[in-house]
């Protein structure tokens, strides 16, 4: 089957919202791109790095396993930037709601702010190259 073909398999699971993509987990441990973080890139260690510290400075303070009650503004429990095992079971929700970003009202995340293409992609690598270990 031509590589391609196998990845639209891959994919479609996750564009209609079911979460039973190749392999049967969440993407965890994939390193094959099967995910929808897509690849981690070789020699991206600064990137990844640059990705992790956006999280931890643009999602404060709602998403912190220390904020708690009116600081958390309502944020889910199961989602903090500081725990990474959250972190990794979120990586592609995360990713999801940061590509569409709150900017102007929009769904996403941060909550009325839309993050720059730059720091979406080192958030991105940062998921992908920290769910691949
Ligand atoms: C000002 C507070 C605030 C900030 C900052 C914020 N969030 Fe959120 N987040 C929320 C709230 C409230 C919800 C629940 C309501 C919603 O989904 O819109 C939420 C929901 C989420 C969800 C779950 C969405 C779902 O549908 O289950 C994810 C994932 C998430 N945020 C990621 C992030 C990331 C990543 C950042 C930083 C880049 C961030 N958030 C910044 C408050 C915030």
Known sequence: MPVRTMLLLCFAPFVIGALHGCGGD???????????????????????EAGYQ????QCVPCHLTTSVGASRINAPEDVNVDDPASVRAEAEEIFEEI????????????IGVKLSDDTIEAIRVFLACDAAK
């Open 26 to 48: 969440d993407g965890g441990g994939d390193t094959s791109g099967g995910s929808s973080l897509g690849e981690c890139p070789p020699d991206s260690t600064a990137q990844a």
């Open 99 to 110: 590509q569409i970003g709150g900017a102007n009202g929009a769904d996403g995340m941060p």
């Open 54 to 57: 956006a999280l931890q400075d």
